[in-house]
């Protein structure tokens, strides 16, 4: 089992900044990926970021490359989310989630962002960002 929190969202203008952070208790943190997913009202949720476990590898959507960066601290068993030149569109929920990882960096590249891959959530951030 493993429990996870967010931290750090909140309102920012257009080309602001915002640092989302995620504490993981439980399990072998080691053990797991980690991944950022954001999901708007009315839409499916979407992969953001992924970190491949223990802090390797690191994997970006598209819209956010460049701007968003994660990262992990292993001994305080966070991932983070720094973000960048905000725009509206990324306005959402922001969710952490933990996916137990046996799959190489490779395969892991390929499956990232698939939400259905991951074991554990955490209850979400919002992020709000004004034009």
């Known amino acids: 089992q493993v429990q996870l929190v967010e931290s750090g969202g909140g309102s920012v203008q257009a080309g602001g900044s915002l640092s989302l952070s995620c504490a993981a208790s439980?399990?072998?943190?080691?053990?797991?990926?980690m991944g950022w997913f954001r999901q708007a009202p009315g839409k499916e949720r979407e992969g953001v970021a992924g970190?491949?476990?223990?802090?390797?590898?690191?994997y970006y959507a598209d819209a956010v490359k460049g701007r968003f960066t994660i990262s992990q601290d292993n001994a305080k068993n966070t991932v983070y989310l720094q973000m960048t030149s905000l725009k509206p569109a990324d306005a959402s929920m922001y969710y952490c989630?933990?996916?137990?990882?046996?799959?190489?960096?490779?395969?892991?590249?390929?499956?990232?962002?698939?939400?259905?891959?991951?074991?554990?959530w955490g209850q979400g951030t919002q992020v709000t960002v004004s034009s």
């Open positions: 970190i491949y476990r223990g802090g390797g590898s690191t």
């Open positions: 439980g399990s072998t943190y080691s053990s797991y990926c």
């Open positions: 989630a933990a996916y137990r990882c046996s799959i190489s960096p490779d395969t892991y590249e390929d499956i990232w962002y698939f939400f259905t891959w991951y074991d554990y």
